[in-house]
T-cell receptor
Framework: NAGVTQTPKFQVLKTGQSMTLQCAQD?????MYWYRQDPGMGLRLIYY???????DKGEVPNGYNVSRLNKREFSLRLESAAPSQTSVYFC?????????????FGPGTRLTVL | RKEVEQDPGPFNVPEGATVAFNCTYS??????FFWYRQDCRKEPKLLMS???SGNEDGRFTAQLNRASQYISLLIRDSKLSDSATYLC????????FGSGTQLTVLP
């Protein structure tokens, strides 16, 4: 049981490049989330998926797209990276019928856009 | 105004000290309140939920004042291992995170 895994751990992009951040959980959780955390700030919700096949915008969705490929995987795509997207990205999931506070976080992806 | 505001910190305290963190939230409809701990460059982890009647978990005590929209966390007998950033978090549905208060416990 690996919990929530994220790949890659680190990434450097040039402005305008695209990439996909991968997230997977092996705990049979329904809901999955993508957050970003900027220096000195709390986590801000980008997108979430309440169940397989559904996705919804969070607080800061602009510049991002997501795919809930199956129950295990929830990916975040940057189509044209910008320096403002330099951040640490965390994926999280919660168990079925679980309270929102029981979120399990992945280790994060540290992204730098030059 | 931020939805969740915390003491700016940082707090540097000696081992054994008692330290308190405060947090205010703007959404009066908030129903769920939590403290998370985040170690340097790691993912946040739930420290404790905060209940209306207040609650305690070992050396940690959390209080909620709904009328003032205020949450607090008290840490007694601080340990070196308590050094981390403490995030105040509220929801009704999705979690809204404060920017965190950094605590360093000094030997």
């Amino acid at each position: 049981n690996a919990g929530v895994t994220q790949t890659p751990k680190f990434q450097v992009l040039k402005t305008g490049q695209s990439m996909t951040l991968q997230c997977a959980q092996d705990m049979n959780h329904n809901s999955m989330y993508w957050y970003r955390q900027d220096p000195g700030m709390g986590l801000r919700l980008i997108y979430y998926s309440a169940s397989e096949g559904t996705t919804d915008k969070g607080e800061v969705p602009n510049g991002y797209n997501v795919s809930r490929l199956n129950k295990r995987e929830f990916s975040l795509r940057l189509e044209s990276a910008a320096p403002s997207q330099t951040s640490v990205y965390f994926c999280a999931s919660i168990p079925p019928a679980g309270r929102v506070d029981t979120q399990y976080f992945g280790p994060g992806t540290r992204l730098t856009v030059l | 105004r931020k939805e969740v505001e915390q003491d700016p910190g940082p707090f540097n305290v000696p081992e054994g000290a008692t330290v308190a963190f405060n947090c205010t939230y703007s959404n009066s409809a908030s129903q769920s309140f939590f403290w998370y701990r985040q170690d340097c460059r790691k993912e946040p982890k739930l420290l404790m939920s905060v209940y209306s009647s207040g609650n305690e978990d070992g050396r940690f005590t959390a209080q909620l004042n709904r009328a003032s929209q205020y949450i607090s966390l008290l840490i007694r007998d601080s340990k070196l291992s308590d050094s981390a950033t403490y995030l105040c978090v509220v929801g009704p549905r999705q979690l809204t995170f404060g920017s965190g208060t950094q605590l360093t416990v000094l030997p």
